[in-house]
């Protein structure tokens, strides 16, 4: 199908010329005649119920056009996209942080914040309900009234944990914590509402999900979807952040209220303070194995802390539960997966979902049983691991799984995992070198069960340029690229030909989010079906023209191609006369991820059936006097099943873990009673470019089945997954001690110290 | 942020005409890297502010064999680069040139970097009335505090002082130069900070309607160094900061001084014991910084800074002395 051209080339993304010399334009750049600043207002208690609420002074002052509260809102007053369980504007009780209570559309910045300022609200502070463990509890008090602070509570089994158990050799057994960890997009959430002359709605959105956006908005506004529309400017990152709606809605809202445009953008603290965090999880593991390493039983629990309302919790928690068996072959595994309301931060969708907090706990019980049997960690892994045909412990058949072994392999024969003592355990009295691996796996797509499709419209005009409509946001991920790379490869046109329109949805069939490393498989096979008809017309005409057979014909680089040969005529050529003919050049692709029907053994509710899988290993070394860690070296082994852009791919690693190290060695929101102290980039320590080490990459090609004809298997999130726990082995063999609890500070590798001073390398 | 009227004045006179008797209402501008944080956050609300970008007078480095006297307008990055400073006081310019970034260091004044505002996340959220804001409790003495003091005994409000290049002028004996209503004073540095208990004290001496104008440095070809723990290389405070300057003669340091930054609400003037009279090796630097730890009292998360304070003394010695980096590997 794919021969050559733009696809698999190293290629500019289109629009990042204009990206890094500031000329794109994002949200917050946005501007309208008219148009007015939006902001809302907070509390200042985790918890509180709304004694008085009077936004009369605000609605007084001059330059103030609108001021809402929940009483304003025409449609419904909760969102959220699976359970729509929480206020765009608070009724009577906040119960976090970041529970918006009101909302003010002002000519400008300081009079929006005068107006916030003037509203009178009287708040009863409450206790709040903090403590997951504590919440779970007979008599703790409900967090929200009438519900029950266990959001969820399941337990998943497969085979006989309990004899498993009671046969192994070996078990270990350990307790891991891992913290809310903060996105840090560049761009923070933003929206700018405008009201049509029709009374409908236009909002350009920073999101990752337009079309949902679209039906999020309509409820708010009681407007039928039909009259809402959603437009993606360019977008600064999102890494799950922007999976859920956020301010968008409240600019919407705004817009319709002040009959003018209003662009809302949060700030970077409120940004930190109300958006949903990566999930901390609280995870007793036991894992147990035969005498010569073979993995028996996994048996797991898991608590987790999600705030108030429902966000992608449930979601999060089943994929954390569907990978915490690793890419390995256990028969038996049992995870019981208990979700807890509470009054603290929101918490959902971040970058893999769930899987980095199982990769922490089961590429950690890997290492610590490595150490147990006194076998090597890559000996253990290659022992257990998947491999095309495995039946997985939730009865998923991996189709293509060759590159777990294989990218365990590269990955050992970079890092010269055999040679890698030769380097010295000790350069210095006070430093310890030591290596660690992960390797992983993560599904793409929605899983079984699950509505998993996009559509995409494409256009050729008659001078050979092409349009393509896609519903899929680019928050920078680069899925604009990919299409334009395929549709000109599909087409045979140059890619600077094909014109990808940023998601609009008065424009753009619905392609679902941009989530789940899914977009590169169902919208671009999608681009796939669309060319073919209009590519059938070109050669229909080219063949009449040339009187040359069809199956000797390829259009390339713009260019009709006769047995190999470039010949005079151009695409441009036969689409004007396509057009004159009436031939079609425009057309519509859809597909869907479809399942095959005949795998009734899959017992995990929405399992993934594609799987991204990868190795990273770290060199590190560490301060004995400080506790600080420096990664020194990192390779990491990605397969991306068929790159279609290989610059996009190896940037999706390098970011990956960027973010990866970061939440391995120093990012961690602290929040006392509710309240996040550090919601700022000053205390939220992430990783710059000096404290990153020059990666060391490879990517291996190993076409995906049920994504064909494509075969790409997406690659946002593999890369942040391994890092943690490969830093995590890497300390453990630097200085002999297991670390439990991200992320690992210097502070806490030194009390590991404490525990038992840097011992003397083996 | 509050709406307030902006100044512009010529001399340091008129600027301090335009300052106030209590604190709150007027302040100074230098570089802006921290007072239009604090002001956007609702923490400052002056009703003044009064630039310091057209005063004449501020800005300069003069430096003769004698002394080196720096503008209290003077840039970190012009600091950092400086050639005699680079030469005579080399942690000067290595502290200089850790603060933040390049954009920071380019706004960023002498001045600013001496009285900026502490970094307590409480006294930083606008809806926490700590002490320091009038409030009737420090939050930090019993809740987060592990960016805060280690030497905590007997204050009530435990921020450490933030100024990274304090802690290296007070082991240069520099002093300090005020201008107020009374006209000038000196003041040598190591007196010319204080730890606040409520909002009407600063983390300095200055009176509120006071500012400093200059400082000058002694040249006494002291051997000087600064070390910093921190938990990233760049855009970063540090955990802790340990500044040392000595004399040498034969291989033997004499005259030790060890200033302690971030460990304390003022920069913490340690006692250098078991080195003097000795050479500089990894074991009497050792010695120095467990002493120089001695005596901290740490809040319920600080405890690591005592650690932290033993490695910073011990590297900071090590690096004036000229000797091997052993943590570098």
Known sequence: MIDSGAVGRWVSAPGAYDIVTGKARYCPDLDFPGMLIGKLLYSPHARACIRRLDVTAARMIPGVIAVLTHADIPGENSYLYAEPDQPLLVVDEVRFQGDAVAAVAAIDEQTADAALRAIDVEYQALDGIFDPLAAMQAGAGQVVAGKDNIMMHKTYRTGDVAAALASAHVIVENTYRTQWAEHAFLETEGGVGLVDADGGVTVYSSCQAPHRDRMQIARALGLPESRVRVITPYIGGAFGGKDEAHVQIHAALLAHAARRPVRLIRGRRESILTHVKRHPFIVHCITAATRDGRLLAVKARAIVDAGPYSNATHEVLNKFGEFIGGPYTVKNLEIEKIAVRTNNPITGAFRGFGAPQAAFVYESQMDDLARKLGMDPLEIRLLNGVDTGTRMYTGVVVREGKAMKASLRRAAEMMGWQQRGELGRQPATHLRRGWGMATILKGSGMGRGLPDHAAVLLEMHRDGSVVLQSGAADMGQGIVTVLAQLAAESLGVEMSSVHVVRADTAQAPDAGASCASRQVMVSGNAVLRAAVPIRDSLLQVAAEKTGVARDRLVLHGGRLHVDGQAHDLTVAELARRALFRGYPLQSEGRYELEYPADAPEVTYRYSQEVFQFCTQIAQVLVDCETGQVAVERLVAVHDAGKMINPGGVYGQIEGGVAQGIGYALTEELRVTEGHTLNASLENYVIPMALDIPELEMDVLEMPEPLGAPLGAKGIAESPIIPTAPAIRNAILDAIGRPLYQLPMTAERVLSALDAAPCADPA | ?329
């Open chain 2, 1 to 329: 942020m509050k709406n307030f009227t902006y100044y512009r004045p010529t001399s340091v006179d008129q600027a301090l005409a335009l300052l106030d008797t209590r604190w709150g209402t007027a302040e100074l501008l230098a570089g802006g890297t921290d007072l239009h944080d604090l002001q956007k956050e609702y923490v400052a609300q002056p009703s003044r502010v009064v630039s310091l970008g057209g005063v004449n007078g501020l800005g300069g480095i003069a430096a003769n064999d004698r002394e080196v006297r720096i503008g209290a307008g003077v840039k970190l990055a012009e600091i950092a680069a400086h050639a005699a400073i680079r030469k005579h006081f080399p942690g000067l310019a290595s502290a200089a040139g850790d603060v933040g970034g390049p954009q920071i260091r380019n706004m960023g004044t002498l001045g600013g970097n001496l009285c900026q505002r502490n970094r307590c996340w409480y006294f930083r959220d606008e809806h926490t009335n700590c002490l320091l804001k009038g409030g009737q409790r420090c939050f930090a003495l019993e809740g987060e505090n592990r960016y805060h003091a280690a030497f905590a005994q007997g204050h009530r409000c435990v921020i450490v002082n933030p100024s990274t290049l304090a802690p290296v002028l007070i082991a240069l004996d520099a002093t300090v130069e005020v201008q107020g209503p009374r006209g000038r004073n000196n003041v040598e540095l190591a007196k010319f900070f204080r730890a606040p208990t409520g909002p009407t004290e600063r983390e300095t001496i200055l009176a509120p309607n006071e500012m400093v104008t200059s400082v000058t440095i002694p040249v006494r070809g002291l051997a000087n160094a600064s070390y910093e723990v921190r938990q990233k290389q760049s855009y970063d405070w540090p955990l802790v900061q340990a500044a040392v300057s000595f004399t040498r003669q034969d291989g033997k340091v004499n005259a030790v001084k060890i200033v302690l930054g971030h460990v304390a609400p003022t920069p913490q003037v340690a006692e250098a014991r078991g080195i003097a009279g000795r050479a500089v090796t990894e074991d009497t630097a050792a010695a120095a910084g467990r002493a120089a730890a001695e005596g901290a009292k740490p809040l319920s998360q600080t405890g690591y800074k005592i650690r932290l304070i033993e490695v910073a003394v011990k590297r900071a010695l090590l690096i004036a002395a000229g000797q091997k980096r052993y943590w570098e590997a």
